[in-house]
């Protein structure tokens, strides 16, 4: 996916009751997620020390959190990307100008979008505080994405966006993540997921789409290239009884 230039310089589908607890450090280990048999929501825990972090999914009840978020520290060290809110992909370009919307229009959009279930993610929180998100969603949902149809849309889970708050880099977040992104779409039925990382980024804000290296350590592999100089990775969903 090949974005507009102004966007790189200038910047109910949820399942509400779930949670993955995450406990971040330096030799990360993955635990099947499992239930108490009580009724109680699934839980993924990543064990390891120092960093303990709940995912959440995306929900109307949660849309104070998500805005928090946005406003506080996630651009906390690139200002100039605030004023997108995670809107970008989820617009047609062929109408909508991207270059001419606003932080107020953004934030109205996901607000709205939000509030009647028709935007999807991920958030992480530490100490009842959002320290990150996960743009992660049906494919269809992503109207940016409109122009590039591929083969059976409909079961495609995408990944497009990763925040998390500069403190916090580099800690593992981002691919308790993508592993609670996977998990939340095999759930919803997607046999597919896929995403659009940049393979030469240098910087955080190029890698804003996930790192490469990220994916492919979690087993997606590279299906396309893009000439902006993006590849499509993709993973098939597995499904247990």
Known sequence: MSLPASYMSEAGLACAASTWTFIAGSAHRALRPHSSGTGTPKVLRHVTPNLSIDVKPLSPGRLADFMAFFEGEAFSDNSKWSSCYCQCFYEDHSKVCWPERTGAANRECASRR????????????????????????????????????????????TILCFVVAPRLRGRGIATALLEAACQQLRDQGFRLVEANPRANARSDGENHFGPLSMYLAAGFTIRRSDDDGSVWVGKELSFTP
Request: proline share 7%; net charge negative; with cysteine.
């Open 114 to 157: 939000i509030s009647q279930g028709e935007m999807q993610g991920l958030l992480a929180y530490q100490a009842g505080k959002v320290v990150a998100w996960c743009n992660a969603a049906p494919r269809t949902l992503f109207h940016a994405l409109d122009d590039e149809p591929i083969p059976t849309a409909e079961s495609v889970g």
